[in-house]
């Protein structure tokens, strides 16, 4: 099948409040071309380098979300354009992107990643450092960032029981922090980002409304 075709069919399949993010990592700007002329404007990319070059040859009204890990030193070259940075899994991390919206006289929306598998290869934070700096008032301060929501990767394994109970598990941290923390300019939760192309039904089913799907749309990747 097309990209388009893919595309068509995992649209018909997502609820309405769910967002998807087609995840275009490694793959060329004319498959992105065919996704975006069949009206996709969410892309998602884990590198820096790969999404400023994708962001400079492609239209302007593409929002280029970051998915993946993001070093401090590398936040300046996408501060000026990128439209959601979901990997945040440090304090440090936040106060360099809230710096560098300042320099570009923007406020940059995050989702605060929670490390929920059980393999110790994916980056987050646990539950009592995302509270501790949720309720800092040095996070108070920032100014020109804003967090939208948590954002989770689930084990990579078949044991449907296993994934699930770790979506659950974020979930259920996102409606607390949702009633705990108040909304204010700093946080203004209305994002959960989980699920990829091999769990998202599940991800969704577990109250997820933002799916990062790279493969199910532009075929498997050959790095
Ligand atoms: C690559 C990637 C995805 C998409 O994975 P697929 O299995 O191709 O759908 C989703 N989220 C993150 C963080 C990724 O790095």
Redesign the pocket.
């Known amino acids: 099948m097309s990209v388009v075709e893919n595309l068509i069919k995992i649209k018909q399949e997502l609820p309405q409040d769910v967002t998807l993010v087609a995840?275009s990592?490694t793959k060329p700007n004319e498959l992105i071309l065919e996704a975006y002329q069949s009206g996709q404007r969410i892309f998602?990319e884990?590198k820096i380098q790969e999404m400023s070059q994708k962001y400079q040859d492609l239209p302007k009204d593409i929002q280029w979300h970051m998915?993946?890990h993001v070093q401090r030193n590398k936040v300046k070259y996408i501060a000026n354009y990128v439209s959601l940075i979901?990997?945040v899994d440090s304090f440090r991390l936040l106060k360099e992107i809230n710096k560098q919206a300042k320099a570009n006289n923007r406020v940059i929306s995050c989702l605060l990643q929670v490390f929920i598998a059980r393999e110790d290869t994916k980056f987050g934070l646990d539950k009592q450092e995302l509270l501790d700096i949720l309720n800092s008032q040095e996070f108070k301060d920032l100014k020109n960032i804003q967090i939208k929501g948590l954002m989770g990767?689930a084990s990579f394994t078949s044991d449907t029981n296993q994934v699930k109970k770790e979506f659950e598990f974020l979930k259920n941290l996102y409606d607390q922090v949702k009633s705990q923390i108040p909304t204010s300019d700093t946080i203004n939760l209305d994002t959960l980002s989980m699920g990829?192309?091999?769990d998202y039904h599940l991800a969704i089913e577990c109250g997820s409304n933002m799916v990062?799907?790279?493969?199910?749309i532009f075929g498997n990747?050959n790095y």
């Open positions: 995840v990592k998602g884990n998915i993946g979901h990997g990767m990829m192309s091999n990062r799907i790279g493969s199910s990747r």
